[in-house]
Protein backbone atom coordinates (compact mmCIF):
# COMPACT_ATOMS: atom_id res chain seq x y z
CA UNK A 1 0.00 0.00 0.00
CA UNK A 2 1.29 3.09 -0.81
CA UNK A 3 2.36 4.82 2.44
CA UNK A 4 0.15 7.95 2.52
CA UNK A 5 -2.44 6.39 1.68
CA UNK A 6 -1.76 3.50 4.88
CA UNK A 7 -1.00 6.57 7.33
CA UNK A 8 -4.26 7.71 6.71
CA UNK A 9 -6.35 4.58 6.76
CA UNK A 10 -4.59 3.84 9.84
CA UNK A 11 -5.30 6.89 11.73
CA UNK A 12 -9.16 6.72 10.83
CA UNK A 13 -8.97 3.46 12.28
CA UNK A 14 -7.20 4.37 15.31
CA UNK A 15 -9.86 6.98 15.67
CA UNK A 16 -12.58 4.38 15.86
CA UNK A 17 -10.40 2.06 18.30
CA UNK A 18 -10.67 3.96 21.74
CA UNK A 19 -7.18 4.75 21.85
CA UNK A 20 -7.68 8.84 21.87
CA UNK A 21 -4.50 11.00 21.51
CA UNK A 22 -4.52 11.60 25.73
CA UNK A 23 -4.01 7.69 25.79
CA UNK A 24 -2.19 7.75 23.51
CA UNK A 25 0.50 10.79 24.81
CA UNK A 26 -0.46 10.06 28.68
CA UNK A 27 2.13 10.76 30.68
CA UNK A 28 2.81 10.77 34.71
CA UNK A 29 5.62 11.94 37.15
CA UNK A 30 4.10 9.34 39.51
CA UNK A 31 2.77 5.99 37.64
CA UNK A 32 3.28 4.43 34.30
CA UNK A 33 0.62 4.86 32.13
CA UNK A 34 -1.94 2.34 31.30
CA UNK A 35 -3.24 1.55 28.09
CA UNK A 36 -6.63 -0.71 27.55
CA UNK A 37 -5.87 -4.10 26.22
CA UNK A 38 -8.13 -3.91 23.18
CA UNK A 39 -11.87 -5.69 24.50
CA UNK A 40 -10.47 -7.36 27.15
CA UNK A 41 -11.03 -3.93 28.73
CA UNK A 42 -8.61 -4.28 31.02
CA UNK A 43 -5.45 -1.10 31.73
CA UNK A 44 -2.14 -2.73 31.60
CA UNK A 45 0.93 -0.36 32.24
CA UNK A 46 2.47 0.76 28.34
CA UNK A 47 5.71 -0.72 29.10
CA UNK A 48 5.97 -4.61 29.96
CA UNK A 49 9.19 -6.59 31.45
CA UNK A 50 9.99 -9.04 28.86
CA UNK A 51 11.24 -12.28 30.25
CA UNK A 52 14.40 -13.39 27.62
CA UNK A 53 16.99 -10.75 28.63
CA UNK A 54 17.45 -10.71 32.59
CA UNK A 55 15.52 -13.72 33.86
CA UNK A 56 18.81 -16.04 32.74
CA UNK A 57 19.90 -18.89 34.84
CA UNK A 58 22.26 -17.79 37.45
CA UNK A 59 24.96 -16.47 38.09
CA UNK A 60 24.25 -12.89 35.99
CA UNK A 61 25.66 -9.98 37.19
CA UNK A 62 22.69 -8.48 38.92
CA UNK A 63 19.98 -10.95 40.31
CA UNK A 64 16.96 -11.63 38.31
CA UNK A 65 14.36 -11.64 41.43
CA UNK A 66 15.31 -8.23 42.33
CA UNK A 67 15.22 -6.73 38.94
CA UNK A 68 11.56 -8.18 38.85
CA UNK A 69 10.87 -6.71 42.09
CA UNK A 70 12.18 -3.64 41.15
CA UNK A 71 9.83 -3.19 38.37
CA UNK A 72 6.95 -3.80 39.91
CA UNK A 73 8.20 -1.28 42.57
CA UNK A 74 8.70 1.14 40.47
CA UNK A 75 5.64 0.88 38.21
CA UNK A 76 5.62 -1.97 35.77
CA UNK A 77 2.85 -4.45 36.66
CA UNK A 78 3.00 -6.38 33.00
CA UNK A 79 5.42 -9.22 32.90
CA UNK A 80 6.19 -11.91 29.78
CA UNK A 81 7.65 -14.97 29.95
CA UNK A 82 7.21 -18.75 27.54
CA UNK A 83 8.83 -21.44 28.25
CA UNK A 84 11.21 -21.28 25.74
CA UNK A 85 12.96 -18.56 27.43
CA UNK A 86 16.07 -20.00 28.89
CA UNK A 87 14.53 -23.73 29.16
CA UNK A 88 12.02 -21.87 31.65
CA UNK A 89 14.67 -20.74 33.89
CA UNK A 90 12.52 -17.19 33.21
CA UNK A 91 9.10 -18.43 34.27
CA UNK A 92 11.11 -19.90 37.51
CA UNK A 93 12.63 -16.87 37.91
CA UNK A 94 8.99 -15.07 38.28
CA UNK A 95 7.60 -17.68 40.06
CA UNK A 96 9.93 -16.80 42.81
CA UNK A 97 8.84 -13.17 43.38
CA UNK A 98 5.46 -14.36 42.33
CA UNK A 99 4.85 -16.38 45.17
CA UNK A 100 4.24 -13.16 47.30
CA UNK A 101 3.45 -10.45 45.24
CA UNK A 102 0.97 -12.52 42.55
CA UNK A 103 -1.92 -9.79 42.76
CA UNK A 104 0.49 -6.73 41.83
CA UNK A 105 1.32 -8.47 38.21
CA UNK A 106 -1.08 -8.82 35.04
CA UNK A 107 1.00 -11.99 34.18
CA UNK A 108 1.52 -13.69 30.43
CA UNK A 109 3.38 -16.75 29.17
CA UNK A 110 2.97 -19.23 26.03
CA UNK A 111 3.42 -22.59 24.81
CA UNK A 112 5.70 -23.54 22.03
CA UNK A 113 3.51 -26.61 21.43
CA UNK A 114 0.91 -27.18 18.38
CA UNK A 115 -1.21 -30.08 19.94
CA UNK A 116 -4.14 -30.01 22.49
CA UNK A 117 -2.31 -32.80 25.03
CA UNK A 118 1.11 -30.99 24.70
CA UNK A 119 -0.09 -27.59 25.46
CA UNK A 120 -2.41 -28.96 28.64
CA UNK A 121 1.10 -30.40 30.27
CA UNK A 122 3.29 -27.37 28.49
CA UNK A 123 0.54 -25.06 30.93
CA UNK A 124 0.51 -26.98 33.65
CA UNK A 125 4.25 -27.19 33.97
CA UNK A 126 4.04 -23.12 33.76
CA UNK A 127 1.79 -22.71 36.74
CA UNK A 128 4.17 -24.48 38.71
CA UNK A 129 6.85 -22.80 37.83
CA UNK A 130 4.64 -19.37 38.09
CA UNK A 131 3.90 -20.52 41.45
CA UNK A 132 0.25 -19.43 40.37
CA UNK A 133 -3.00 -21.39 39.61
CA UNK A 134 -4.20 -18.90 36.74
CA UNK A 135 -3.02 -16.68 34.11
CA UNK A 136 -3.92 -13.26 32.73
CA UNK A 137 -2.61 -14.51 29.17
CA UNK A 138 -1.77 -17.62 27.60
CA UNK A 139 -0.68 -17.26 24.22
CA UNK A 140 0.68 -19.56 20.98
CA UNK A 141 4.26 -18.55 20.61
CA UNK A 142 6.28 -18.26 18.14
CA UNK A 143 3.77 -18.46 14.78
CA UNK A 144 6.76 -19.03 11.71
CA UNK A 145 6.45 -18.61 8.36
CA UNK A 146 5.86 -22.00 7.24
CA UNK A 147 3.27 -22.48 10.18
CA UNK A 148 0.35 -24.71 9.53
CA UNK A 149 -2.40 -22.61 10.21
CA UNK A 150 -5.40 -25.19 9.80
CA UNK A 151 -3.76 -27.52 12.46
CA UNK A 152 -4.20 -24.70 15.02
CA UNK A 153 -7.53 -25.33 15.34
CA UNK A 154 -8.15 -29.25 14.92
CA UNK A 155 -9.34 -30.53 17.63
CA UNK A 156 -6.37 -31.71 18.89
CA UNK A 157 -4.60 -28.38 17.98
CA UNK A 158 -3.42 -25.90 20.52
CA UNK A 159 -6.06 -23.33 19.33
CA UNK A 160 -8.72 -25.58 20.97
CA UNK A 161 -6.52 -26.57 23.98
CA UNK A 162 -6.69 -22.48 24.54
CA UNK A 163 -10.22 -22.27 24.28
CA UNK A 164 -10.63 -24.84 26.87
CA UNK A 165 -8.38 -23.82 29.40
CA UNK A 166 -9.85 -20.14 29.15
CA UNK A 167 -13.81 -21.86 29.41
CA UNK A 168 -11.80 -23.01 32.73
CA UNK A 169 -10.60 -19.83 33.83
CA UNK A 170 -6.82 -21.28 34.13
CA UNK A 171 -6.22 -18.10 31.77
CA UNK A 172 -8.38 -14.90 31.06
CA UNK A 173 -7.10 -14.27 27.74
CA UNK A 174 -5.87 -16.07 24.90
CA UNK A 175 -3.23 -14.49 22.05
CA UNK A 176 -0.87 -15.12 19.28
CA UNK A 177 2.52 -14.21 19.07
CA UNK A 178 5.39 -14.48 16.17
CA UNK A 179 7.56 -11.84 14.23
CA UNK A 180 8.95 -14.24 11.35
CA UNK A 181 5.97 -13.46 8.53
CA UNK A 182 3.39 -10.69 8.70
CA UNK A 183 1.25 -12.43 6.24
CA UNK A 184 0.92 -15.54 8.67
CA UNK A 185 -0.10 -13.09 11.58
CA UNK A 186 -2.20 -11.21 9.39
CA UNK A 187 -4.24 -14.80 8.58
CA UNK A 188 -3.80 -15.95 11.76
CA UNK A 189 -5.81 -13.23 13.19
CA UNK A 190 -8.48 -13.33 10.50
CA UNK A 191 -8.65 -17.29 10.72
CA UNK A 192 -8.79 -17.59 14.95
CA UNK A 193 -10.62 -15.02 17.54
CA UNK A 194 -7.67 -14.22 19.81
CA UNK A 195 -8.40 -11.61 22.31
CA UNK A 196 -4.72 -10.34 21.95
CA UNK A 197 -1.50 -10.28 19.60
CA UNK A 198 2.34 -9.91 19.89
CA UNK A 199 4.30 -9.20 17.51
CA UNK A 200 6.98 -6.81 16.24
CA UNK A 201 6.89 -2.97 15.62
CA UNK A 202 10.36 -0.86 15.32
CA UNK A 203 11.60 1.58 12.55
CA UNK A 204 13.67 -1.19 10.39
CA UNK A 205 12.56 -2.13 7.21
CA UNK A 206 11.90 -5.34 7.40
CA UNK A 207 9.37 -4.48 10.68
CA UNK A 208 7.01 -1.77 8.73
CA UNK A 209 5.78 -4.86 7.11
CA UNK A 210 4.08 -5.92 9.96
CA UNK A 211 2.92 -2.43 10.93
CA UNK A 212 1.42 -2.17 7.85
CA UNK A 213 -0.36 -5.79 7.19
CA UNK A 214 -1.06 -6.72 10.60
CA UNK A 215 -1.85 -3.82 12.76
CA UNK A 216 -5.14 -2.62 10.60
CA UNK A 217 -6.88 -5.90 10.96
CA UNK A 218 -6.14 -6.05 14.81
CA UNK A 219 -7.31 -2.80 15.22
CA UNK A 220 -10.29 -3.86 13.35
CA UNK A 221 -10.81 -6.38 15.87
CA UNK A 222 -10.29 -4.42 18.95
CA UNK A 223 -7.55 -6.87 19.90
CA UNK A 224 -4.93 -5.90 22.59
CA UNK A 225 -2.15 -5.08 20.43
CA UNK A 226 1.45 -5.58 21.84
CA UNK A 227 5.25 -5.16 20.67
CA UNK A 228 8.32 -6.95 20.57
CA UNK A 229 11.65 -6.54 19.31
CA UNK A 230 11.64 -2.69 20.34
CA UNK A 231 15.29 -2.76 20.96
CA UNK A 232 15.45 -5.32 17.61
CA UNK A 233 15.60 -8.28 19.26
CA UNK A 234 18.60 -10.13 20.43
CA UNK A 235 21.12 -7.98 22.69
CA UNK A 236 19.50 -5.07 21.25
CA UNK A 237 20.85 -4.35 18.18
CA UNK A 238 19.35 -1.38 17.04
CA UNK A 239 19.94 0.49 20.77
CA UNK A 240 22.85 2.74 21.16
CA UNK A 241 25.41 1.90 22.45
CA UNK A 242 24.90 -2.07 21.71
CA UNK A 243 26.93 -3.31 19.26
CA UNK A 244 24.79 -3.64 15.96
CA UNK A 245 24.40 -6.91 13.89
CA UNK A 246 23.99 -7.22 10.45
CA UNK A 247 24.56 -10.84 10.20
CA UNK A 248 20.87 -11.57 9.10
CA UNK A 249 20.27 -14.39 12.14
CA UNK A 250 16.48 -14.25 12.93
CA UNK A 251 16.95 -13.32 16.38
CA UNK A 252 17.92 -9.59 15.43
CA UNK A 253 17.33 -6.76 13.33
CA UNK A 254 19.97 -5.65 10.72
CA UNK A 255 20.03 -1.70 10.52
CA UNK A 256 22.39 0.49 9.09
CA UNK A 257 21.61 3.05 11.80
CA UNK A 258 21.12 2.84 15.16
CA UNK A 259 18.91 5.01 17.89
CA UNK A 260 18.67 5.51 21.39
CA UNK A 261 16.81 3.03 23.77
CA UNK A 262 14.31 6.19 24.76
CA UNK A 263 13.87 7.38 20.75
CA UNK A 264 12.80 3.26 20.31
CA UNK A 265 10.22 3.09 23.20
CA UNK A 266 9.24 6.05 22.34
CA UNK A 267 8.62 4.98 18.66
CA UNK A 268 6.84 1.86 19.84
CA UNK A 269 4.56 3.80 22.01
CA UNK A 270 3.78 6.38 19.10
CA UNK A 271 2.04 3.51 17.80
CA UNK A 272 -1.57 2.43 18.48
CA UNK A 273 -0.42 -0.48 21.10
CA UNK A 274 -1.29 -1.50 24.35
CA UNK A 275 1.66 -2.45 25.57
CA UNK A 276 5.71 -2.41 25.07
CA UNK A 277 7.31 -5.96 25.66
CA UNK A 278 11.02 -4.97 26.65
CA UNK A 279 13.60 -7.58 27.63
CA UNK A 280 16.11 -6.06 30.82
CA UNK A 281 19.18 -6.85 31.30
CA UNK A 282 19.94 -4.27 34.00
CA UNK A 283 18.50 -2.43 36.52
CA UNK A 284 20.27 0.48 35.15
CA UNK A 285 18.20 -0.15 31.65
CA UNK A 286 14.97 -0.65 33.38
CA UNK A 287 15.08 2.86 34.92
CA UNK A 288 16.22 4.68 31.55
CA UNK A 289 13.14 2.38 29.62
CA UNK A 290 10.61 3.55 32.73
CA UNK A 291 11.74 7.24 31.94
CA UNK A 292 11.26 6.53 28.18
CA UNK A 293 7.49 5.14 29.07
CA UNK A 294 6.86 7.49 31.92
CA UNK A 295 8.24 10.72 31.22
CA UNK A 296 8.78 11.39 27.21
CA UNK A 297 6.30 11.97 24.62
CA UNK A 298 5.59 8.95 22.61
CA UNK A 299 6.93 9.47 18.98
CA UNK A 300 4.23 12.04 16.58
CA UNK A 301 4.05 10.41 12.64
CA UNK A 302 6.37 12.83 11.25
CA UNK A 303 8.79 12.01 13.87
CA UNK A 304 8.47 8.16 13.56
CA UNK A 305 8.70 8.65 9.76
CA UNK A 306 12.04 10.55 10.31
CA UNK A 307 13.41 7.81 12.79
CA UNK A 308 12.36 4.92 10.38
CA UNK A 309 14.06 7.20 6.92
CA UNK A 310 17.74 7.38 9.07
CA UNK A 311 17.09 3.43 9.78
CA UNK A 312 15.97 2.36 6.44
Known sequence: ??????????????????????????????????????????EVTCLALGGVVGM??????FNSEELANAAIDMGIHYFDTAPAYNKR???????????????EVFLATKTGDRTY??????????????????????????????????????????????????EQRVTRFIGVTGHDSADV???????????????TYNP????????????????????????????????????KPNPAKNDGASNHDDSPGQASPEMLIRYALGLPVSAAIVGMGSLEQ????????RDLAPLTEAERKELENKMA
Not at 89 to 103: D, F, H, I, M, P
Not at 185 to 199: H, K, P, Q, S, V
Not at 214 to 239: H, R, S
Open 286 to 293: LKQNIHAA
Open 204 to 239: TEKRRLFIEKVLPIALKKNMGIQCMKVMGGGNGALA
Open 56 to 61: QRPPVE
Open 185 to 199: MRRAIEMYEFDTILT
Open 89 to 103: QSETNYGRVLATRRK
Open 1 to 42: MERRRFLGSLAAVVAGSGLSKAALGAESAKALPRRKLGKTGV
Open 117 to 166: DGTMRSVEESLKLLQTDHLELLQIHGLGAKEDLERLGREDGVYTALLKLR
